[in-house]
């Protein structure tokens, strides 16, 4: 048999490969051939390849303008530029040289002497100028925050500045009596009492204080020589002291007639001084090992001081829902009744009773009147117990009623604080009422037994100013209410603002000062650092009716009394209700809530958020 034409048994056969059909090599082969021949003629006729027709492009149109050129001769100037040497007179020339341009550019030009001559008429000048009213670009009144902070920086002195060495006392330094002066008389200064023509006689020979410059005949003094030559064992520094002396008295005709005047004087003066009518006490407290120490600080009004009692604006709400059993609330009832008896002719009060809705006693506050308080107590009389509770709806009016301008109000709720109807969330209630309060009028909350929403009294008496109270049985609601109300009853200032100086408010507690009433004092809690500031500079401002009361203190509190641990746990009392409270503002976050535990662990108080 023949081989020729048969395929090697060792070389398989492509599949589908037969007689005369090329391969695929082949195939690849002459498609890159082609494919580099094609390219290659395009490269070379590239640059003859047109992409747009320029035919089609608009034939610009070009506008034709016809232009004469004519001398400008420009006008003859008033004030003739120097001329160069041998130019023609009037006609400018070029600077010779750098220095003759600079000396051209710095001469000044003289104004005619007919423009300085020549005088402008404005027609009825005078009668414009005094009718025409001026506007005044600034409001020149003053602003009492700024001169509070201006007095705040007089009284702050700084440590290194204020000489230690010496006391200021306030009383040197009193306003002097109001009197309107004869149309023949001179003002004075000093003594107006004892020496002629109402002058203060000053010796005429002797050092002058705290001046090196001798006197004519003596040799120099220094201050100290100064001091010592004029108090003297035998004449102490305090003889010098002027003695506090009247003026001397006017004809009666004369008096009479600017009564009105001086009557009118003595109400602009509407800021007065209180530094004498309390009693103040300062404890300090430094535990071992550590740096910072605690203070407390409390304000009381002087037993016998003649303390002005201001009248108030009372309104008492009352919790008569069926979450109230019948026995409690006759206990309310009691309570309220004896309250109305301690209040005076001058205060005004109103009551409201509610449960799903308030019923009010009168439409707006009324005197505390006898005929007044006999229709409160018919009104109170036979009062039951049913319905839902709606405690926010009931207190929202009332911390929205307006009190007298510079009359502090009361507002004193008995409830058990368990809502069951309207807004519930006591959270929401306290957030709510706190900002409805735009008046700030403080709230203050009483219950008794054991049924009680103490988280709703404590932070909604505590976030608007005022106190809670529970009594621990509900017989004993009765005498406990008016026993809690007579701190109330004798207002004394309001709206209180303080500054303490150098020591750091973030530590100080509470950040809102209660009202000031004589039944119960004022007490601050702080912390202090005994090298850093120890010296305590508080200033305390509040108001009484129209007048503007202030108060300013000074103690070192390295040297006050000594106190206890008990006093770091009050103000670590103090801090955990102002977190709290920041809680229920805010909401909670990881750094109170630390703060809360901490507080917890070392001083020994429990809270809700303890671990």
């Known amino acids: 048999m023949s081989a020729v034409g048969k395929t090697p048994a060792s070389v398989p056969a492509e599949p589908g490969r037969g007689r005369g059909v090329p391969s695929r090599r082949a195939i690849l082969g002459f498609s890159i051939a082609l494919s580099i021949v094609l390219h290659g003629a395009l490269v070379l006729i590239s640059d003859r390849i047109t992409m747009f027709n320029i035919a089609s492009v608009r034939a610009r149109s070009w506008d034709t303008f016809r232009v004469d050129l004519k001398q400008d001769i420009p006008p003859a100037p008033d004030v003739a530029e120097p001329s160069a040497p041998g130019a023609p007179p009037g006609e400018a020339s070029r ?34 100028i005094s009718t025409e009213p001026i506007e005044r670009e600034h409001n020149l009144a003053p602003d009492a925050q700024t001169l509070d902070r201006i007095d705040s920086k007089v009284i702050e002195i700084a440590q290194n500045i204020a000489r230690q060495d010496i006391e200021v006392t306030r009383k040197l330094a009193r306003p002097s009596a109001p009197r309107v002066l004869a149309p023949d008389e001179l003002p004075t200064f000093g003594d107006t009492g004892g020496a002629p023509n109402d002058t203060l006689a000053l010796p005429a020979t002797g050092p002058s204080f705290f001046s090196s410059e001798p006197v004519e005949g003596q040799a120099p003094v220094s201050e100290a020589d100064a001091m010592q030559a004029v108090a003297t064992p035998d004449k102490p520094l305090e003889s010098l002291i002027l003695p506090e002396q009247d003026l001397p008295e006017l004809p009666a005709e004369i008096a009479v007639a600017r009564a009105p005047l001086n009557q009118e004087l003595r109400a602009e003066n509407t800021s007065e001084f209180f530094d004498d009518l309390v009693d103040i006490q300062v404890e300090s407290y430094l535990p071992p090992n550590e740096e910072e120490g605690f203070f407390r600080l409390r304000i009381s009004p002087k037993k016998n001081g003649d303390v002005q009692i201001l009248p108030k604006d009372v309104t008492f709400v009352i919790d008569a829902s069926n979450s109230i059993i019948q026995r409690k609330l006759d206990a309310s009832v009691q309570g309220i009744k004896k309250t109305l008896e301690l209040l005076r002719p001058d205060d005004l009060f109103n009551i409201v009773v509610f449960r799903d809705t308030p019923k009010y006693f009168q439409p707006d506050r009324v ?57 519930r969330d006591g959270r929401m209630i306290i957030n709510s009422l706190t900002e409805e309060n735009a008046e700030r009028n403080p709230i203050y909350a009483f219950s008794g037994g054991n049924t009680v ?65 004589r039944g119960r004092a004022v007490t601050i809690y702080g912390r202090f650092h005994p090298k ?12 009484a009716a129209t007048k503007r009361k202030e108060l300013v203190f000074k103690t070192d509190l390295t040297k006050a009394r000594g106190g206890d641990e008990e006093i770091a746990r009050g103000w670590a009392f103090r801090k955990v209700y102002y977190l709290i409270g920041e809680i ?22 429990k809270t809700v958020y303890d671990e």
Request: net charge negative.
């Open 95 to 128: 600077p010779a040289s750098i220095e003759e341009l600079l000396q051209r550019e710095t001469e000044l030009l003289k104004p005619a002497e007919d423009a300085l001559k020549a005088t402008v008429e404005v027609p009825q000048l005078a009668e414009r």
């Open 367 to 423: 005197p505390a009147s006898k005929e007044n308080k006999a229709a409160a107590l018919t009104f109170l009389s036979g009062l039951k117990s049913f319905g839902e509770t709606d405690i926010f709806s009931a207190i929202r009016p009332v911390v929205n009623a307006p009190t007298r301008d510079g009359i502090p109000g009361v507002v004193l709720v008995v409830t058990d604080g368990r809502p069951t109807a309207g807004l």
């Open 453 to 517: 929403n103490r988280y709703l009294l404590d932070l909604l008496a505590y976030r608007n100013k005022g106190e809670s109270y529970v009594s621990g049985e509900v017989n004993a609601m009765g005498k406990d209410l008016p026993t809690f109300f007579r701190q109330l009853n004798d207002p004394l200032l309001m709206d209180l603002r303080a500054d303490y100086g150098n020591v750091d408010a973030a530590n100080l507690f509470p950040k809102e000062l209660p009202d000031f009433f």
């Open 532 to 543: 850093k500031d120890g010296d305590l500079t508080m200033r305390l401002v509040g108001r």
């Open 584 to 605: 229920v503002r805010v909401g909670e976050t990881p750094e109170r809530i630390a703060q809360l535990r901490e507080l917890s662990r070392r001083y020994n108080i």
